[in-house]
């Protein structure tokens, strides 16, 4: 037998601290950052129109900060925090590509009620959420392991039929 270790999976809880310390970061950026300067060039704060400004630019820095965060780093500061990381099925750094079409159009189909396409990480093999299954990417612990064995191709009998 070999014996070879592959990173652990990172599962639904650990994620969803990682996500809310996010959500957490990226709201301090809007209190400390985005609604003072709105304040400070007397720009409307209350609309609540989808093509306000303050929501278009709270939406481009939502997904900009997931994007290029997972882009550059492949982690977000939350996930840096809790240290899980995104990586492709083969273990390696996603592509530009990969990771905006996981963190936009992944996103947005996982707003379905309930949540249902992030609690699905908690039944699936790889725990991977429908924006990791669409984007064929894994998110993993980095300094958790597990040991796999596989059978040595050189020592097996052969089978005759």
């Known amino acids: 037998m070999n014996t070879h270790y592959e990173h652990k999976f990172a599962g639904f809880w650990i994620r969803f601290w990682a996500y809310l310390l996010d959500l957490l970061i990226i709201a301090s950026f809007g209190w400390l ?14 609309s609540t129109t989808w093509y306000a400004p303050i929501t278009i630019l709270s939406v481009i820095v939502f997904y900009g900060y997931f994007t290029l965060m997972t882009y ?8 840096m925090i809790l240290g899980i990381r995104v990586v492709t099925l083969s273990q390696q750094k996603p ?11 992944g996103r947005i189909l996982s707003v379905i009620p309930f949540n249902l396409p992030y609690l699905i990480v908690g039944f699936t093999p790889k725990k ?13 612990h980095e300094q958790d392991f597990y040991q796999v064995q596989t059978p040595n191709q050189l020592h097996q009998p052969n089978v005759v039929q």
């Open 33 to 46: 950052v985005i609604k003072p300067l709105f304040r400070l060039f007397n720009l409307d704060l209350q």
């Open 72 to 79: 550059f780093l492949q982690q977000t500061l939350g996930k």
């Open 95 to 105: 592509s530009f590509g990969t990771v905006f079409f996981r963190e936009t159009v």
């Open 128 to 140: 991977q959420a429908v924006h990791d299954f669409i984007a064929d990417t894994v998110v993993i």
